[in-house]
């Protein structure tokens, strides 16, 4: 099934609506390495309070921490549902954020409005990632950065057969009482979106091509920093996975964290 801009947009916020219900518990796995991922945030950006747009914001991984340094902080994103749970956390540490509900790709924001854009896990997730790239570029001051963060996944290979597909069918089934929804339904409607996407992969191939859409999004000063400090801190604290995610793959996978890391050049006009 082919879907046009406007259907997979649709689907892709709807999914999202769907996975907030469920999302805390699964960036839970990675809150031991909390203080790591902190600890990477005030070095990156350094201790002068900065302007920053935490573009894919979810339920604040980001931007909750990066508010508590000083920050200025935007969070955009597409699902209402992900909003919603963030202005709720945001609410219970006092925390002052402006969250808006737009498309990544699209940036209701004005020319270099804001000192650095960041985000986690979201370029796989946009149908046009070079025309996001080109997006972030516009709204970055001359001089500013964009920090996209990302993993490789590495997962033990999930059984064949007869075997793999009742693994499956039992995960589903335990996924749909936990979750209470058609899990069926929603990992179908999941691949069905990934299909669309040309970046939905988290392999080493997905990394080089996620440098690449930057690189087309007129950015320079490209680099790939690995996450040493984080990727160590959650080999000693991340909790197993639940038990059906684990029937749904090979078993417990672990993320290795790099991000890319890119600037606006400080000569830059607003072509």
């Not at 006092?94 to 924001?109: F, H, K, N, Y």
């Not at 996975?241 to 890119?262: C, E, K, M, N, V």
């Amino acid at each position: 099934m082919t879907l046009d801009e406007r259907q997979l947009k649709q689907r892709l916020t709807r999914f999202w609506d769907q996975e907030a219900r469920s999302y805390d518990p699964v960036d839970g796995r990675l809150s031991g390495a909390a203080p790591a991922w902190r600890a990477w945030l005030a070095e990156a950006l350094g201790p002068t309070p900065l302007s920053v747009l935490d573009l894919g914001a979810g339920t604040g991984f980001l931007t909750l921490p990066l508010a508590e340094l000083g920050h200025t902080v935007i969070g955009l994103d597409q699902s209402p549902a992900m909003l919603a749970r963030l202005c709720a956390k945001a609410a219970a540490r006092g925390l002052s954020l402006t969250l808006i509900r737009a498309d990544a790709e699209q940036l209701p924001l004005a020319d270099a409005s804001v000192d650095v854009v960041i985000s986690r896990w979201l370029l796989w997730l946009l149908p046009h990632p070079a025309r996001a790239a080109r997006e972030w570029r516009r709204v970055v001051r001359p001089g500013g950065r964009v920090l996209a963060l990302s993993s490789i996944e590495a997962y033990p290979p999930a059984p064949s057969g007869i075997t793999g597909w009742a693994r499956r069918q039992a995960g589903l089934a335990l996924s749909s009482l936990a979750e209470r929804r058609n899990a069926w339904h929603w990992r179908h409607e999941g691949q069905r979106i990934d299909a669309h996407l040309p970046l939905a992969r988290f392999d080493m191939q997905a990394r080089a091509d996620k440098l690449h859409a930057l690189r087309y999004g007129k950015l320079t000063d490209l680099r790939i920093d690995p996450l040493d400090a984080i990727n160590d801190a959650l080999g000693r604290t991340r909790q197993p996975q639940a038990f059906r995610h684990r029937l749904l793959t090979g078993g417990d996978g672990r993320s290795y964290f790099y991000a890319l890391i890119a600037r606006r050049r400080r000569e830059d006009d607003d072509d």
